[in-house]
């Protein structure tokens, strides 16, 4: 993200727009042959100038192959150059050897290092009907790495599923790594842990912007639990309600224009949404109960809540503006942190069970109540922008960390892999 | 001139915190650079020193003891050092109102605020054990430090020495993941603001 003007993506300059348009509906077909995975193989890259970079082929490789096998929409493999040994045209490929070793679709790469600069270029070919379905050429330096094989699977995602990959996005969590609880951003997968804040204080609940280049997240910096705003790389942060009592669980609206949140300014804790400034507080719930957690369906016409208004917490839905409360989860005596998909048929939330929370998904209308989690206490699900993916933290190692799994519960898999608790995790939109 | 002391002190404290070592008491005690950091702010002051006040109690607890609560030194084992003035408050399970037993400390608390400190102003800290979500016991504590407030304004403490903040399951009084170790966590801590 960072390093966005050193990244200059070029469409390949002859064959990317002609391919892009007529392999689209090729690629639909591709995907359907009975029930079963796509099979990719990702060569091991080229290396153009072997005097340098040997690792990067192997690293490049290993990337797209993680992502699309965490996609569950393709099952990939890496494969050391076995086939040609040439360059990577279609005529130079080995379709009919890729083709018996049971792939149908198949990456193939070169890159070279000079200094620090980074030249990469993929290709994804359809192996039955040896075409080129896409090709990317990435000039950077050696840091951007992993974020151009991230950006290449997300591109096999598009050409192959018609909806990009989430992989170029990030997961933003709490972390107590320095001992205190901070805001701190690393890559989907785990790489590229960064502190966000560093106030000493405690730092809960962020949340990122729509366009993912700002979070919100409550703070005790100055003595109160209050909203804080800040642009991801930069340090300033913002107040942006330090009203009386609790400012927390903000969630910004779909549209960036809101943000709803529980404030206890007027005795106990109740939703509210303010404008992305912090003004214009509007009250949405009038209840004695403990009332926390909103979110916002991708529509931005409901918000899911907690409240314990019926004795212990539960999931509710109501209308943006407050009307039409309706109660989600009639199962389990306490469910907690929802977090609507992207696509708005499900909603995530926790459950707690005997021995900890379990994460579960729910459809909005109360139906499809599904246990994704059985390993460990599970909490704080958040979805990645396709709605493909979960992330949550998990105690299961020991200590608590952040994983990712498939949104039917499979793959779980550990990503965040620094000291100290890590839980909270907010991912970012693409 | 105090102040300059308050600081020296939490400086000191860090440092023996530092060498101290316990995971559970180092993420609570780090807090307290942060909010000193603050203290330039003029309208901040107040909850600045609650925090700077805590580990200044912590290394000298004993004098403390000695010169403040000469009567009152039978505190219950349960709190060990940081107040030892006023006695914390200890709730049930996902509870929020006051069993006999808290109603009883705080009657206690009640009077030593009306007779031996008339005018020392209070902050209500609430908070959870790890059980429950961290969002909704951030509610949770709220919802206990308000019961102590309510009953203590009750019993005739004036409004203004009073205030409350929540510190959801943030704060833990003790490590440890059984019932005693909760039990200890469900608490209302009462900390001298001035």
New interface residues.
Partial sequence: MRNICFLILILLALPAGLWAQDSTPEAVEVTAPGNRQLKLAIETPRNLDPSSGSAVGAELSDVISFDLNMSGAIAAETRPQTFSASGNSLAETAFPLWAAAGFDLLVRGEYSVKGDNLTVEFRLFDVLNRKMMTARRYLGTTKDLRRFAHSFADEIMLVVTGEKGPFTTHIAYVS?RS???EIVIMDWDGHNLMQLTR????N??PDFSPDGREIIFTS??????DLFKRALYNTIEVPISHRK??N??GAWSPDGSKIAL?L?KDG??EIYTIARDGSHPVRLTINPA????PVWSPDGSQIAF?S?RLG??QIFVMNADGGSVRRLTTSGA?N??PRWSPKGDKIAY?R?MSGG?QIFTINPDGTGDTQLTSTGSN?NPAWSPDGRLLAFSSKRGGIEAIYVMRADGSGQTRVSQNKGNS??PAWSSR | MKREMITLLAALSMTALVSGGCANKEAVKTEEPAAATIKAEPVKAEPVKTEAAKPVQEPSSKIEENKIVPAKAAEPAATPAPETVLETVYFDFDKSDLTQDARNVLSKNAETLLKSMKDAKIKIEGNCDERGSAEYNLALGERRAKSAQQYLLTLGVQPDRLSIISYGKEKPAVDGHDEAAWAKNRRDDFVIVK
């Avoid at chain 1, 403990?290 to 957690?293: D, L, Q, T």
Wanted: glycine fraction near 10%; proline fraction near 5%.
């Fill in positions: 107590k001992g205190n609880k106030n000493g204080s405690i809960l609940n005790y910096k100055r003595g109160n639990p009592g609790l927390i669980t529980a206890s106990n804790s403990i009332e926390v957690s907690v314990d212990k917490p306490y907690v942190n926790a707690q929370f909490e839980s909270q």
